[in-house]
Structure formats: structure tokens, C-alpha cells
């Protein structure tokens, strides 16, 4: 693994000395001029990376899990239930891969697969990391109960965690949902809740197995699928389970559980009431097979990160001199390519997903003068559902003051790039690095890497702090929101902190 001490040191070197020459100064609790008193916000550390090397950039799963780059090469994972969580470390993320140099931009696709910006000399650009390059394990938890049960609609299975659960033929764990209203025959899950969480659907009547005694029922979806339902809740498979025994989607966003044979929610909450003195007595127990367990995880250490780098593999060269720096990158799912920006250079590229060619997999998408700064040019961006492009232009300079510029670019049908237009630009967004635009109230957020602050910018082009680094900002670099029910409202912020790592950290806040 590269050191950071080691690396070649152009992105940090360069934020710092933007800000320097605009007089901020970047710090747990320093005031940003300005910016008035603290604004009260309640903003959670989800990880405390704490030290060198520190987070750069963050995505977010469509299964809710939380992807974040690290500097010195790289890319760790946090399932959807624990960005819900607080106070972890970054030995309780999965450490998905290593890459061969400084670590910028990081995006996630559908399959899971990873991709990064990397900034390496001659294997500059985007890298890919397949969901399996960390040795994820897919633990069989369980075995379907009987064999007559593979002729069952819905079965039984033994899990190694959650007991009895239902299951469908394939032995597939099935799940219920909090928004959906028992009995009511009806779904609350479609479009992009329905390609998470695809419900279990049957052309006859539902059979049921040996051990079950929930009442399966059926009802008519709006698509006209006919889904089924154990003791009135609608059954749905999570998209991410991917053989027999897993249960990955077990309380994800606080609204997805497996069910037990009679078709009751297994809610953790209900297991701790269930369990009550029963759970106390086996926690030391269990603590001791905990750190047996670690102590083989740390056994294996060496090894695995070995084959973690090997499974990496370099998907588009953007560049071979070290003055290129591709930075933001995001995942268009319409047309199944990236965009990435090219910070020094003032350019965004595409790559399609399908490329295997990397010597010439990538082509300018948009150029534009207003990309180009001599301090710090375009780089974060988001795509949003009406198809715009928003970039951020982080360091420039406007009638003599240091300003920042977001870019709004449309596609056009084709998948060309349209006229940019100057979406804001000036003094209050100064620092504009990464971007998250909200579906439901149509604002964009704004990390303001320069000012430590979030800034939401309204449609029309109104700016206004909503948090700043008197809540605990500093020199944030990367904001990304939540995609599943129960965290579609979170706010996920990457704390950069390149001058005091003790403060760099992964965020959550609900604005």
C-alpha cells in the first residue's frame, strides 16, 4: 500500500495552497467568514477514520450501501445498516480494494461493482473493482427444510442468525416491508424501490411449506404481476442476495426484515424483547467467538489485501503525466457510462460501461473555458433524474475575489452534451467540490471544500450555508444522499481534513 506520506501529493498540495491564498483557515470548529453562528445542525460520525490516510469522495449503493475512497488507494464499503449506525472505525468498513496511487473519485453501479478516479502516472484514470475483488462472502446461512419444500412457493429455511425464516423455492430469503400495511392488500414498493427489492410474484395459487403457518394470499400489482403475501404483508426478494442463506437486506433503513414462520417481522428490536435474559447470557460468549473470529480476519489480512489489488484492474487511461487529475466521477444509467472530471485539464470525459479497451475507451464529453481555473478547475458532479449535468468549478477568481461556479450542462438525446450555462458562481460557493442534487425538493447540495461548509442551492440559483465547520466540518470534500426507504433523506458528508486527519471522517445528517 502506498503511504501517504509518499504520494505525489498534488491534490492536497493544491487545496492547500487554495486555501492560503483566499485566508481560510481549515480546522475542527474554525469559524468561516460570513457564515454567522453554528446552525444547529445534528450531524452523526457514522466512521472516525481518524489519521492518515484520509477520505476523499463517497458513493452511495442503490442498496443503500455507503462506498467511500481513502487517499493512499483505497476503496472501503458500510452496508446500509450501518450508515445508520455511529461511531465506527474504519476496520468495521469493508475494504472492498487497493489501487496503485491517490484515490480521488469513487462510483458505484447497480452490480455492485466499484470504480475510481485514480491519479497514477501512466495507469492514470478509471479503475474498476469487481463487487467480489474484497472476498465477499456469501455465506449459506441456511438450508431449506424438506425437500419437498423446492415444490413450495414459499418455504422455510434454518438461518445461522435469524432462526426460522421464509424463503422461496430456491431457498432465497424473502422480506416484508414497514411502508406496506398489513393486510391491505397492496404494494408500497415500485420503480426504484421495486428494482432493490423485486417482489415475489406467482402465475397459480401459492403453495405453502410443511412448517409454515403464516396464510399466503395474493394480490394484483399495479403492473398487473400477481405478488404474494405471508399473514398480509407482500413478500419481496432483496436484489442484492445472491445464492441461498444470505440475508443481506435484514434491516436495512430500519424498514426491511425477514419473517418467521407465522409471518411475523423479525425486527431486531423485537429479537432483543424475545430474547431478553437469553441474549445477556450468551453475550460473553459470544464476545469470545468474536475475537477468535478477529483474530483470524487479522491472520488473513496480508493475504486478502494481496488479492484485492490483483483483482483491480485499470478500465480507461485519462492521462500519463502527473498533472492530471481526474477527480468526480458518476454513473449515468440511462446511457450505462461515466462522466468524469478532469480537474487541471477543465474537461469531462465519457467512458461507457461496456468498454474493453482502455488506451481509448475514454472521450471528451464537454469542454469549456469556465472549466478551467490556474488554481483548481471542475470537480464534482452529479446527474440528476431531468438528465442535467451539474459540475463544480472549485477555485477561481471573480472581480477580484476568490469564487467558486457550478455549471448546469443537459443532455441532449443523443447523449451529447448541450450549452453549459453558469448555474451560480461567486464568493458563496467558493469551494465548490462535491455535489448531491435532492429528487424531492429539487435543491443541490454543495461541498464547499475551501469554506468547510454545505451550501444548498435552490433552482433558481439561491445559495444559502446549511452547515458549516462549527458543526463539525472540515475541508469537506464529497456529499452523496441515500437510496433506500428510511435513509433517502440522509445526507452522507466526506470530511477530507488532508491538514488534521484526526478529524476525517464519514457524516450523516437529515437536512
Not at 496511487?101 to 453501479?109: A, H, I
Not at 442468525?161 to 397492496?186: C, H, K, N, P, R
Not at 460468549?285 to 473470529?293: G, N, Q, T, Y
Not at 478500465?315 to 477527480?327: H, K, Q, R, S, T
Request: charged share 30%.
Amino acid at each position: 500500500m502506498i503511504d501517504q506520506k509518499d504520494r505525489n501529493g498534488t491534490l492536497r498540495r493544491t487545496f492547500m495552497k487554495a486555501a492560503a491564498a483566499t485566508g481560510v483557515v481549515v480546522g475542527a470548529g474554525t469559524a468561516v467568514a460570513a457564515q454567522g453562528d453554528a446552525l444547529s445542525t445534528d450531524i452523526k460520525t457514522i466512521v472516525d477514520i481518524s489519521g492518515e490516510p484520509t477520505a476523499e469522495n463517497l458513493a452511495v449503493d442503490p442498496d443503500g450501501s455507503v462506498y467511500f475512497s481513502i487517499t493512499a488507494g483505497e476503496v472501503r464499503r458500510i452496508t446500509a445498516t450501518q450508515t445508520q449506525e455511529t461511531g465506527l472505525s474504519l476496520d468495521n468498513a469493508e475494504l472492498v480494494g487497493e489501487l496503485p496511487g491517490d484515490t480521488l473519485g469513487v462510483e458505484v453501479v447497480p452490480d455492485g461493482t466499484a470504480y475510481a478516479a485514480v491519479q497514477s502516472g501512466e495507469e492514470t484514470g478509471v479503475w474498476r473493482v469487481p463487487r467480489d475483488a474484497a472476498g465477499a462472502e456469501s455465506d449459506d446461512g441456511g438450508e431449506t427444510d424438506g425437500e419437498d419444500e423446492a415444490d413450495a412457493t414459499v418455504a422455510t429455511s434454518s438461518h445461522d442468525e435469524f432462526g426460522e425464516i421464509l424463503v422461496d423455492s430456491e431457498g432465497m430469503t424473502l422480506y416484508m416491508f414497514d411502508e406496506d400495511e398489513q393486510d391491505a392488500e397492496e404494494s408500497a414498493c415500485y420503480d426504484d424501490c421495486e428494482e432493490n427489492w423485486p417482489p415475489l410474484t406467482t402465475e397459480e395459487e401459492p403453495a405453502a411449506g410443511d412448517d409454515i403457518s403464516a396464510e399466503l394470499t395474493t394480490f394484483e400489482r399495479e403492473d398487473g404481476e400477481t405478488q404474494v403475501a405471508a399473514n398480509g404483508w407482500p413478500l419481496y426478494y432483496f436484489a442484492q442476495d445472491e445464492e441461498a442463506g444470505d440475508a443481506n437486506g435484514q434491516g436495512i433503513g430500519d424498514v426491511w426484515w425477514v419473517l418467521d414462520e407465522a409471518g411475523e417481522p423479525a425486527r431486531e428490536t423485537d429479537d432483543e424483547a424475545a430474547n431478553g435474559d437469553e441474549a445477556e447470557d450468551d453475550e460473553a460468549e459470544e464476545d469470545e467467538e468474536a475475537e477468535v473470529d478477529d483474530d483470524a480476519e487479522d491472520a488473513e489480512t496480508d493475504d486478502d489485501e494481496l488479492d484485492e489489488t490483483a483483482d483491480a484492474e485499470l478500465f480507461a487511461i485519462l492521462g500519463i503525466e502527473d498533472e492530471v487529475v481526474p477527480n468526480g466521477i458518476a454513473y449515468d444509467r440511462v446511457r450505462d457510462r461515466f462522466l468524469v472530471t478532469e480537474s487541471f485539464g477543465g474537461v469531462v470525459y465519457e467512458v461507457p460501461l461496456d468498454a474493453d479497451d482502455p488506451e481509448n475507451a475514454a472521450s471528451v464529453w464537454f469542454e469549456d473555458d469556465r472549466l478551467s481555473t490556474e488554481m483548481f478547475g471542475v470537480n464534482g458532479l452529479t446527474i440528476t433524474p431531468d438528465d442535467d449535468v451539474f459540475l463544480a468549478v472549485t477555485d477561481d477568481e471573480i472581480d477580484g475575489e476568490a469564487a467558486g461556479r457550478i455549471l448546469r450542462v443537459p443532455v441532449e438525446d443523443d447523449g451529447s452534451a448541450g450549452e453549459g450555462e453558469t448555474f451560480v458562481e461567486g464568493p458563496e460557493v467558493h469551494g465548490a467540490d462535491g455535489l448531491a442534487y435532492h429528487p424531492l425538493d429539487g435543491d443541490l447540495y454543495v461541498a464547499a471544500i475551501l469554506q468547510s461548509s454545505v451550501i444548498r442551492v435552490s433552482d433558481d440559483g439561491e445559495s444559502e450555508p446549511v452547515a458549516t465547520a462549527d458543526d463539525g466540518l472540515v475541508f469537506c470534500s464529497d456529499v452523496a444522499f441515500g437510496t433506500v426507504p428510511g435513509q433517502c433523506n440522509d445526507l452522507f458528508i466526506c470530511n477530507f481534513a488532508p491538514e488534521q486527519p484526526e478529524e476525517s471522517a464519514i457524516l450523516r445528517w437529515s437536512p
